[in-house]
C-alpha cells in the first residue's frame, strides 16, 4: 500500500491523545465497541462509553457549527501525489473553495489531502475530519479546521450533518460506504435532497450499468432513485452542478451572503 506519508512512523490519535510505539493498543476504540465476544464486563463499561460517544458529538457539532455551506470530497488514500487523481481532487476543491464552499474530507493522505490542499491554497475552509484506525496517520498538513474521531458512525455523522454535496474519487471501500450511505439518505428522505457527484466515468461505469442491469431490473430500486448520481470528469463540470443544484434550491454560499 502506498500512502503520503511516513509508513515507517507509528502513531495513533485517540481524540485528544497522541500515543506511539509499543503505547499503541493492538485494537481500536469502534472494534472495543462492537466485539461482543468475552466476559460480561462491557455491562460495566458501555455506560462511560456512552459518555465519551456523547462527548465526541458535542465536539464535532459545537466545531463546525458555524462553517457556512460546504462540500465532502472522498477518494482513495492510496492515490500518489503524482496520479492524475490527486490532481484533480485539487483542482476541483479550489473551485468549489473559489464559488464560496468549504471543503470537508477524512483528514487523510491521498484524495483527502489532495482536497484539503486545493481548498486550503485556495483561502477556503479546509476541514479534516479523521479516525482512529490501526495504521492511522493523522491529519494531513492543509487542514486548518481538524477533529479526530474514536468512533466511524460519529464521524460519518457529522459529516453528512455539515456537508451539502458529496463528492467521490476513485476510492475503495470506504468510499463505496460514503457514497451508498449518502444515496439511502437521500433516497429515504432522511436528509434533504444534495448532490452526489461521482468523479471519473470510466472508474464508475461498471458500477453504474450493475445499477441499472441488476438493481433497478429486479425492481429493487426504481429508476428514478439512478437519477440521485451525477458522472462528471472535470474540476469546472463538478462546480457547475453542485452550484446549480443549490442555485436552484435557493441555497447561498459565503461570497453570496
Not at 237 to 243: D, L, S
Request: net charge neutral; glycine share 12%.
Amino acid at each position: 500500500m502506498s500512502v503520503n506519508s511516513d509508513s515507517s512512523r507509528r502513531e495513533r490519535r485517540q481524540g485528544p491523545a497522541t500515543l506511539r510505539g509499543k503505547q499503541i493498543p493492538a485494537t481500536t476504540t469502534d472494534q472495543r465497541l462492537l466485539d461482543r465476544r468475552g466476559p460480561a464486563d462491557w455491562v460495566h463499561t458501555d455506560p462511560w462509553r456512552v459518555m465519551r460517544i456523547q462527548a465526541e458529538f458535542v465536539e464535532g457539532f459545537g466545531l463546525l457549527a458555524e462553517l457556512g455551506l460546504a462540500v465532502c470530497i472522498f477518494g482513495s488514500a492510496r492515490a500518489p501525489r503524482t496520479s492524475p487523481e490527486y490532481e484533480l481532487a485539487e483542482r476541483i476543491a479550489t473551485g468549489l473553495a473559489r464559488a464560496g464552499y468549504a471543503i470537508i474530507t477524512g483528514g487523510g493522505p491521498g484524495i483527502m489531502e489532495a482536497a484539503n490542499k486545493g481548498a486550503s491554497q485556495a483561502g477556503g475552509d479546509s476541514v479534516g475530519l479523521g479516525i482512529e484506525l490501526p495504521m492511522e496517520q493523522g491529519l494531513n498538513q492543509y487542514v486548518n479546521i481538524g477533529l479526530e474521531f474514536r468512533y466511524f458512525f460519529v464521524r460519518k455523522t457529522v459529516m453528512v450533518k455539515y456537508s451539502q454535496a458529496f463528492v467521490l474519487l476513485p476510492g475503495g471501500f470506504g468510499t463505496m460506504d460514503e457514497l451508498f450511505e449518502a444515496l439511502t439518505l437521500v433516497q429515504t428522505g432522511k436528509i434533504t435532497r444534495f448532490p452526489i457527484v461521482l468523479v471519473g466515468s470510466s472508474y464508475w461505469s461498471g458500477l453504474l450499468s450493475w445499477l441499472k442491469s441488476a438493481m433497478s431490473a429486479a425492481g429493487n430500486v426504481s429508476a428514478s432513485d439512478l437519477d440521485l448520481l451525477h458522472v462528471a470528469d472535470d474540476a469546472g463540470e463538478v462546480v457547475r452542478i453542485i452550484t446549480e443544484a443549490h442555485n436552484h434550491q435557493g441555497i447561498a454560499r459565503k461570497h453570496d451572503v
